[in-house]
């Protein structure tokens, strides 16, 4: 073989390794745009938190905890030493946030007459407002309402079903 022959052969060769198939590359993805219905976020900004919701959440835990019946003896409408600290903490908790208003509701055991049950729970109602205006908290947040026997916490009738429906119970907004 001559030299223009191993030169064919040898470009022959080149030609062929260059017509081998070379990888194709991987497509690269395209940035989508954010779509209309979800707003842009940058991947490091952080999801958006409610401040005034979370702030509603800590104070309806706050509320649960510490506006707690306040149970009276038979036929009485004084505030026992527990009541009176029960009513402490209601008033520290209202002093602190402002736009707590309350409803105290008065209740009744069955016994005595319809009207006498209702006069008592106003009664009781009362004794518990004055407390907490007495306290510092303003009449204007605070309202009172009886009812009596009307809706006992237990529906007994023994002793002690009486002694858990003798008491005050709150209806609060904010």
């Not at 959440?57 to 029960?86: H, N, W």
Request: hydrophobic share 30%.
């Amino acid at each position: 073989m001559n030299l223009k022959h191993w030169t064919l052969v040898g470009l022959s060769a080149l030609a062929i390794a260059g017509c081998a198939k070379k990888p194709k590359p991987e497509p690269v993805a395209e940035p989508q745009p954010p779509r209309m219905d979800e707003p842009a976020r940058t991947p490091a900004e952080p999801p958006k938190v409610d401040e005034e919701a979370l702030r509603r959440q800590r104070i309806q835990a706050r509320v649960s905890e510490v506006f707690k019946p306040v149970y009276f003896a038979y036929d009485q409408s004084t505030l026992s030493a527990e009541g009176q600290s029960t009513l402490q903490e209601i008033g520290k908790l209202m002093k602190e946030v402002p736009e707590i208003t309350a409803r105290v509701e008065g209740h009744a055991d069955e016994k005595g007459s319809n009207d006498y049950n209702l006069a008592l729970g106003e009664r009781r109602a009362k004794t518990v407002n004055d407390y907490l205006t007495s306290y510092g908290i303003q009449g204007t947040r605070l309202s009172t309402i009886s009812y009596g026997e009307e809706k006992p916490a237990s529906e007994g009738h023994d002793e002690s079903a009486w002694s858990k429906n003798r008491r005050v119970e709150f209806t609060t907004t904010f």
